[in-house]
């Protein structure tokens, strides 16, 4: 090897070193951009994975650290729109066909008039039960209304003052109306689950349309075809509203934000379709069918009566020779 | 007229709760209700960030939107407010409310929910009058003496920006501009219906 080789390696050498040397840090001097946050979560694939943005946060109420839950936004087109067309179309629907029943039929009559003897149809803890039921349901269903219409029907022609004071009042009856209301659910499931499994007698009535749509009279036992509906109505809606109530009444006890939406769906959609359905059975119960509110009045019922809508029961009743029925005096 | 709008730089909350904490001593809030909270997403794991929330004050608010007795209103500088007096302490708004805003004294206590609370955007209550049943109710109304919310003045990071939308847009736009990334304005997609690129 020549000196000149020797040279010509070192200053090449040299030539490399220099040129690393000053070539990288040109390379890191040049603009980059070092994102710190490039790994962490974004809110589009949060709001896309759960719909909704839960972190942790070091509130005592841990329901604060859910910062972002656009479904309530569904929940609002629910209770601004469905909820009143469900309401509104089966409330005043089923108002509607029962002003066109009464106009056509009229009141259902004794056919064989009145026999002046009586037979006792509900006791006084039966009835007792049925009328405080009642009574709160009335005040529950228009306290509830009033949530969902108010203030498109009673807001406008009042102050806001006042509608607040009524709807203040209106919370507060319905809050607290809905443990007598419970217990009396609970009670009439009890009372009358043995008069009210569906049976083959029920087959025939509802086949015969129940004697509402004729003049025909299917015999039926102590509670037909349609009370039977009625009851079962009232314990699986009652039931249905008194859980997603007592939830909507103390959130967040095991229920999160969208629990609680989906708790006052089923609140307001089954409550709707409850007082349609209660709005049937208070038209039959009084101007639709003469004798019948005797049986939750006074208790007792015209053996007539009973032997047109009650054939079965009141064979049984007289069958038991209890002497339950007793002879009224002629008037 | 102003758009009134909060904006959380969700790359530059460090979760000191300062926000959190002027809000609370500022309008004495009381305790157990928070009007802004600060959330971390993915705590101690890699990729957690913070964010600091409070009511958004929301174009075509829902809260206002479902209560049953229209207590809502919306101020000519787009903050949602509420009237106490009218509030029946329902729930609804919570309900509705995209960013879990609406907090109210005694959650639980069957038929005695309170009052609904929420952020006011600093902006007191129905009246603008800086009286002690206002403060008592709603807060101070520091909008009313043309200052801005006190949780985006004293944010130690400038995380959190609180003014007119535009212009809170901008700087946010610049500083994206500037040091090149960000994970866009959080919420402003739900709550207004449109969104800062990041």
Same mark, same amino acid.
């Given at each position: 090897?020549?000196?000149?080789?020797?040279?010509?390696?070192?200053?090449?050498?040299?030539?490399?070193?220099?040129?690393?040397?000053?070539?990288?840090?040109?390379?890191?001097?040049?603009?980059?951009?070092?994102?710190?946050?490039?790994?962490?979560?974004?809110?589009?694939?949060?709001?896309?994975?759960?719909?909704?943005?839960? $972190?942790?946060?070091?509130?005592?109420?841990?329901?604060?650290?859910?910062?972002?839950?656009?479904?309530?936004?569904?929940?609002?087109?629910?209770?601004?729109?469905? #909820?009143?067309?469900?309401?509104?179309?089966?409330?005043? $629907?089923? #108002?509607? #066909?029962?002003?066109?029943? !009464?106009?056509?039929?009229?009141?259902?009559?004794?056919?064989?008039?009145?026999?002046?003897?009586?037979?006792?149809?509900? @006791?006084?803890?039966?009835?007792?039960?049925?009328?405080?039921?009642?009574?709160?349901?009335?005040?529950?269903?228009?306290?509830?209304? @009033?949530?969902?219409?108010?203030?498109?029907?009673?807001?406008?022609?009042?102050?806001?003052?006042?509608?607040?004071?009524?709807?203040?009042?209106?919370?507060?009856?319905?809050?607290?109306?809905?443990?007598?209301?419970?217990?009396?659910?609970?009670?009439?499931?009890?009372?009358?689950? $043995?008069?009210?499994?569906?049976?083959?007698?029920?087959?025939?009535?509802?086949?015969?349309?129940?004697?509402?749509?004729?003049?025909?009279?299917?015999?039926?036992?102590?509670?037909?075809?349609?009370?039977?509906?009625?009851?079962?109505?009232?314990?699986?809606?009652?039931?249905?509203?008194?859980?997603?109530? !007592?939830?909507?009444?103390?959130?967040?006890?095991?229920?999160?934000?969208?629990?609680?939406?989906?708790?006052?769906?089923?609140?307001?959609?089954?409550?709707?379709?409850?007082?349609?359905?209660? #709005?049937?059975?208070? !038209?039959?119960?009084?101007?639709?069918?003469?004798?019948?509110?005797?049986?939750?009045?006074? $208790?007792?019922?015209?053996?007539?009566?009973?032997?047109?809508?009650?054939?079965?029961?009141?064979?049984?009743?007289?069958?038991?020779?209890?002497?339950?029925?007793?002879?009224?005096?002629?008037? | 007229?102003?758009?009134?709008?909060?904006?959380?730089?969700?790359?530059?909350?460090?979760?000191?709760? +300062?926000?959190?904490?002027?809000?609370?001593?500022?309008?004495?809030?009381? /305790?157990?209700?928070?009007?802004?909270?600060?959330?971390?997403?993915?705590?101690?794991?890699?990729?957690?960030?913070?964010? =600091?929330?409070?009511?958004?004050?929301?174009?075509?608010?829902?809260?206002?939107?479902?209560?049953?007795?229209?207590?809502?209103?919306?101020?000519?500088?787009?903050?949602?407010?509420?009237?106490?007096?009218? %509030?029946?302490?329902?729930?609804? %708004?919570?309900?509705?409310?995209?960013?879990?805003?609406?907090?109210?004294?005694?959650?639980?206590?069957?038929? =005695?929910?309170?009052?609904?609370?929420?952020?006011?955007? %600093?902006?007191?209550?129905?009246?603008?009058?800086?009286?002690?049943?206002?403060? +008592?109710?709603?807060?101070?109304?520091?909008?009313?003496?043309?200052?801005?919310?006190?949780?985006?003045?004293?944010?130690?990071?400038?995380?959190?920006?609180?003014?007119?939308?535009?212009?809170?847009?901008?700087?946010?736009?610049?500083?994206? +501009?500037?040091?090149?990334?960000? =994970?866009?304005? /959080?919420? /402003?997609?739900?709550?207004?219906?449109?969104?800062?690129?990041?």
């Amino acid at each position: 090897m020549t000196l000149h080789t020797h040279i010509r390696t070192a200053l090449g050498a040299f030539a490399i070193l220099l040129a690393v040397a000053f070539v990288s840090p040109a390379a890191a001097q040049a603009p980059t951009t070092v994102n710190p946050t490039a790994s962490s979560v974004k809110e589009e694939q949060l709001l896309q994975e759960l719909n909704k943005i839960t $972190g942790r946060c070091t509130l005592p109420n841990q329901t604060a650290c859910t910062i972002e839950q656009p479904a309530g936004r569904d929940w609002r087109e629910f209770h601004q729109v469905t #909820l009143r067309w469900i309401a509104a179309i089966s409330i005043i $629907g089923v #108002l509607a #066909l029962l002003v066109i029943f !009464y106009l056509t039929r009229g009141m259902v009559r004794l056919e064989s008039g009145r026999s002046g003897r009586t037979i006792v149809r509900f @006791n006084a803890l039966e009835r007792m039960v049925h009328w405080m039921t009642a009574t709160c349901f009335i005040i529950l269903a228009f306290s509830g209304l @009033n949530i969902t219409f108010g203030k498109i029907l009673l807001l406008p022609i009042m102050s806001p003052e006042a509608f607040t004071a009524i709807s203040q009042w209106g919370k507060y009856f319905h809050n607290y109306l809905s443990f007598p209301f419970t217990i009396g659910t609970i009670m009439i499931f009890l009372m009358w689950i $043995g008069g009210n499994i569906p049976n083959k007698v029920d087959v025939e009535w509802v086949k015969r349309g129940g004697g509402i749509v004729g003049h025909d009279h299917p015999p039926a036992e102590r509670f037909n075809g349609g009370q039977k509906m009625i009851y079962w109505i009232v314990v699986i809606g009652g039931a249905a509203v008194a859980i997603s109530g !007592y939830i909507l009444m103390f959130p967040f006890y095991g229920t999160t934000v969208s629990g609680v939406q989906l708790a006052q769906i089923v609140h307001g959609i089954v409550a709707a379709l409850f007082i349609a359905a209660m #709005l049937g059975h208070i !038209y039959i119960g009084t101007i639709g069918m003469e004798g019948a509110f005797e049986a939750m009045g006074s $208790g007792e019922v015209d053996v007539n009566w009973a032997k047109e809508h009650h054939k079965l029961w009141l064979e049984e009743e007289m069958g038991k020779g209890n002497s339950r029925a007793k002879a009224q005096p002629a008037e | 007229m102003a758009r009134m709008k909060f904006l959380c730089d969700a790359d530059r909350c460090i979760e000191c709760n +300062a926000c959190v904490t002027a809000c609370k001593n500022e309008h004495e809030v009381p /305790w157990g209700i928070n009007r802004r909270r600060v959330v971390t997403i993915n705590d101690g794991q890699p990729g957690e960030r913070s964010v =600091s929330m409070a009511c958004m004050h929301c174009t075509d608010a829902p809260c206002a939107a479902v209560c049953p007795v229209n207590c809502f209103f919306t101020t000519a500088d787009g903050v949602v407010l509420h009237s106490k007096d009218l %509030c029946i302490g329902c729930g609804y %708004c919570f309900y509705a409310c995209p960013f879990g805003a609406p907090q109210y004294p005694r959650v639980g206590n069957f038929g =005695s929910r309170g009052k609904m609370d929420k952020c006011t955007f %600093c902006a007191g209550g129905p009246d603008p009058e800086n009286t002690q049943a206002n403060y +008592a109710q709603y807060g101070t109304n520091r909008l009313g003496e043309g200052k801005l919310p006190l949780c985006a003045e004293m944010c130690s990071t400038k995380s959190l920006l609180a003014g007119d939308g535009d212009i809170i847009a901008k700087i946010y736009k610049e500083r994206v +501009a500037k040091r090149g990334y960000g =994970s866009g304005a /959080w919420g /402003w997609k739900t709550a207004y219906r449109e969104t800062i690129a990041g």
